[in-house]
């Protein structure tokens, strides 16, 4: 049985979410974040394949009175169609005024049984396409009688998630027709969603920057300005000339990037590398 959790998403906690296939698969800058929004990239690519720039002008006529969600816009008591959030484990979310008058994302948390019973030994869980709970269990002699798919040296049975360690930010459904020479050929594969907007749509107002931690598709967290920041003029090579990145009273040229900042989680390096965003990264090494 499913267990659908009514819940509140506060306006400005951090958000801690793992994990479209980013559609600049050779850059090496994450991305994620800006295609998320329906920011737009320039056609101008870099030497390293990376967009140079992102047009996020949408960003700056939003409202209070209304939500937003991968780019598209929702009044006030209008649902978000469940097809778009059931992949975060989210239903029957609709636009609401919080007690600030401020407009915010109030949904259902689903519990699947996977999340309450502890997983039995000689059994996997089967998936269906950007389903949030698995759809059946296969044990023993019927899961040893599954087919079978080996993606980078691991392998999957039939029905189970496969992650492709060259792209985060896909997954792709073990099925009998898959070819490991061709993965994407014939394999039921999506492209993962970052339901940033849905849990904490205030940090995008605030100015904060998308924290990315490992090799996971989505941002781990958001870290607000600091008054202490502070830009590291010796870092890298400067493009002056290029879009320059704004963060909350600074201005990062296209290579800059802030001084880190070290804490018990781990240390923060903030860049501007594809503006108009800064970036950082969350180092636990």
Request: glycine share 6%; hydrophobic share 30%; net charge neutral.
């Amino acid at each position: 049985m499913i267990v659908v959790k009514m819940v509140h998403l506060p306006v400005g906690i951090v958000v801690f979410i793992v994990g479209v296939s980013g559609a600049f698969a050779g850059c090496p800058v994450p991305t994620k974040h800006y295609t998320t929004l329906g920011c737009v990239p320039s056609e101008e690519l870099s030497a390293n394949d990376c967009p140079r720039w992102f047009n996020c002008s949408t960003l700056e006529s939003r409202t209070s009175d209304k939500c937003y969600l991968y780019g598209q816009a929702y009044e006030l008591r209008e649902p978000v169609p469940d097809a778009k959030v059931k992949s975060a484990c989210l239903a029957l979310c609709t636009c609401q005024k919080n007690t600030r008058g401020v407009a915010e994302f109030h949904c259902a948390h689903i519990d699947c049984p996977e999340f309450l019973t502890p997983h039995r030994a000689g059994c996997v869980r089967q998936y269906r396409t950007n389903d949030c709970c698995s759809s059946r269990q296969a044990c023993g002699q019927k899961r040893d009688h599954l087919a079978q798919c080996t993606l980078d040296g691991v392998r999957y049975y039939e029905g189970e998630r496969m992650q492709f360690s060259s792209d985060p930010c896909l997954t792709c459904i073990c099925a009998a027709s898959f070819n490991a020479t061709d993965p994407l050929a014939q394999a039921k594969c999506y492209a993962n969603d970052c339901p940033f907007e849905l849990i904490s749509p205030s940090v995008l107002a605030n100015g904060a920057a998308p924290v990315y931690y490992g090799k996971r598709c989505c941002p781990w967290e958001w870290r607000l300005p600091q008054q202490e920041d502070r830009v590291n003029r010796t870092n890298g090579t400067i493009y002056s000339g290029e879009p320059t990145c704004r963060y909350g009273k600074l201005t990062l040229n296209v290579g800059e990037a802030l001084v880190p900042e070290v804490t018990p989680m781990g240390v923060y390096k903030c860049f501007c590398s594809i503006p108009p965003m800064v970036h950082c990264f969350l180092s636990t090494s």
